[in-house]
């Protein structure tokens, strides 16, 4: 693992607020994951790096986005690009197709913090969890 966090521990506290969905105090499964964000694998006869950085400001010039990249390109084709876990192609795809059978959403609080214009606890943000929460 190449870059990890801890999610938070607070991140499933407001979807228990009790003015919001009235769920458990702590939803294990949702509290201190371990996210990688930047990971190698090999796979079959090859290797692949996953990223799951957004990157999306290269486009606009943002120096943190390019050093990024840049640091990407330059360990793919350096010597330090190995890997240490192996799946063979038929277990990627198996896990890709169960992932694209069920998916996971992810807490609307995610997306509504880099939004950046209202604090978590807004009206704004409760009905547009609820509506994230239930469509399809």
């Given at each position: 693992m190449l870059i990890s966090v801890i999610d938070k521990s607070t991140r499933d506290r407001f979807d228990a607020y009790k003015f919001s969905f009235n769920l458990p105090e702590l939803m294990y499964d949702r509290t201190?994951?371990?996210?990688?964000?930047?990971?190698?694998?090999?796979?079959?006869?090859?290797?692949?790096?996953?990223?799951?950085?957004?990157?999306t400001s290269l486009d606009d010039g943002e120096p943190s986005c390019e050093a990024m990249a840049a640091f990407i390109i330059n360990y793919i084709d350096?010597?330090?690009?190995?890997?240490?876990?192996?799946?063979?192609?038929?277990?990627?795809?198996?896990?890709m197709a169960a992932c694209a059978e069920k998916p996971v959403k992810?807490?609307?609080?995610?997306?509504?913090w880099a939004l950046d214009d209202?604090?978590?606890?807004?009206?704004?943000?409760?009905?547009?969890?609820?509506?994230?929460?239930t469509e399809d």
């Open positions: 201190l994951r371990d996210f990688g964000y930047l990971f190698e694998l090999g796979v079959g006869e090859g290797r692949l790096l996953v990223c799951g950085l957004n990157l350096s010597a330090d690009f190995t890997t240490t876990e192996n799946i063979s192609v038929q277990e990627l795809k198996a896990y992810e807490r609307m609080m995610t997306q509504f209202a604090p978590v606890e807004s009206k704004r943000y409760w009905e547009e969890s609820r509506a994230y929460l």
